[in-house]
């Protein structure tokens, strides 16, 4: 089994600071078909999970420009450029290239 | 716009079962792998089970393996969670989520399964 690893489990932000996510899977995550099935979510308090990011770098529709990811192989990142109030929420990365496993999630806060 | 609505969740005792359903609308549900993630009570994302658009196809979490039965029903755009032998350890919001581009772009608001005695 795939497992996710996140790195923070929580992030106090100060608002309008960028916020950086980590997270490495305990193996290559490019499939067969050449792609690489890692995405993004946020969880806001009492709301179900939202796609933010998937495969790797590509933002889902409405998702502010503020968002991004990058990385490649087993290592990925998800990035907030300048945090607002409502980016406030749980984040957690998932895994489709082999069945389909979730990050433990990292915790945002305002500092 | 696409919608999924979950419901059949409730509290029950151990060992016995329960069905889940998910209404999907907005889309062509046939066209769409579906999947069920549960998330414990103040805990992360389990997923739990997928089923292809067609329904031919079944993968199921080792947790639920021989106990969980997902199905679907395309004419009715429903699909289904069977939940035989319920253990505390399966208390949890069950959501239902439509697969796009190997990640879920459309999530219900889930439904609480509590399993007490």
């Known amino acids: 089994d795939i497992v996710m690893t996140q790195t923070p489990l929580s992030s106090p932000v100060t608002l309008g600071q960028p916020a950086s996510i980590s997270c490495r899977s305990s193996?290559?995550?490019?499939?067969?078909?050449?792609?690489?099935?890692l995405s993004w979510l946020q969880q806001r308090p009492g709301q179900p999970p939202r796609l933010l990011i998937y495969k790797i770098s590509n933002r889902f529709s409405g998702v502010p420009d503020r968002f991004s990811g990058s990385g490649a192989g087993t290592d990925f990142t998800l990035k907030i450029n300048r945090v607002e109030a409502e980016d406030v929420g749980v984040y957690y990365c998932?895994?489709?290239?082999?069945?389909?496993?979730f990050g433990q999630g990292t915790k945002v806060e305002i500092k | 716009e696409v919608q999924l609505l979950e419901s059949g969740g409730g509290l029950v005792q151990p060992g016995v079962s329960l069905r889940l359903s998910c209404a999907a609308s907005?889309?062509?549900?046939?066209?769409?792998?579906m999947s069920w993630v549960r998330q414990a009570p103040g805990k992360g994302l389990e997923w739990v089970s997928t089923i292809s658009g067609g329904g031919t196809s079944t993968y199921y979490a080792d947790s639920v393996k021989g106990r969980f039965t997902i199905s679907r029903d395309n004419s009715k755009n429903t699909l289904y969670l069977q939940m035989n032998s319920l253990r505390a350890e399966d208390t949890a919001v069950y959501y239902c989520?439509?697969?796009?581009?190997?990640?879920?772009?459309?999530w219900g608001q889930g439904t609480l399964v509590t399993v007490s005695s």
């Open positions: 193996q290559s995550l490019v499939h067969s078909d050449g792609n690489t099935y």
């Open positions: 989520a439509r697969a796009v581009s190997g990640s879920y772009s459309t």
């Open positions: 998932m895994q489709a290239t082999q069945f389909w496993t």
């Open positions: 907005g889309f062509i549900f046939s066209n769409y792998g």
